[in-house]
């Protein structure tokens, strides 16, 4: 869908809205959610999930705006779904010392919790 959207020169912000066209965060967030590849996770060290996590976010900035509608796009949004997964898998193992301790804090859990509600109808409340 993303590159029929490319190749038609779909205007910003659909690629970016529309969950058919950027299903890596989604399909990541399964992946850690159920945990469907805990065991494979968990035999890579944390610290070098999160150095390629960031690796990954790091592209993204070395690439054109997404507001840019071209085949770079192609690129950007896998790389953001896996850069974020790699982070988050990361960090849920629980050792990276504050990191982990500091996405552990009760008040944050429920900030995480609350989030995407607010998320969800933040259109409705504008």
Excluded: C
């Amino acid at each position: 869908m993303r590159a029929i959207f490319i190749y038609n020169q779909v205007e910003h912000p659909a690629i970016w809205v529309l969950p058919i066209t950027h299903f890596e965060a989604i399909f990541g967030g399964l992946i850690i959610g159920l945990g469907l590849f805990d065991n494979s996770l968990k035999k890579i060290p944390a610290w070098i999930q999160l150095t390629y996590g960031i690796l990954a976010l790091y592209l993204i900035t070395l690439m054109p705006n997404i507001d840019m509608i071209q085949w770079t796009l192609m690129l950007t949004y896998p790389l953001i779904g896996i850069g974020m997964t790699l982070i988050l898998s990361a960090v849920m193992q629980g050792n990276l010392w504050l990191l982990s301790a500091f996405f552990k804090n009760k008040i944050l859990g429920y900030f995480g919790k609350i989030s995407y509600g607010l998320y969800v109808y933040h259109v409705v409340s504008i």
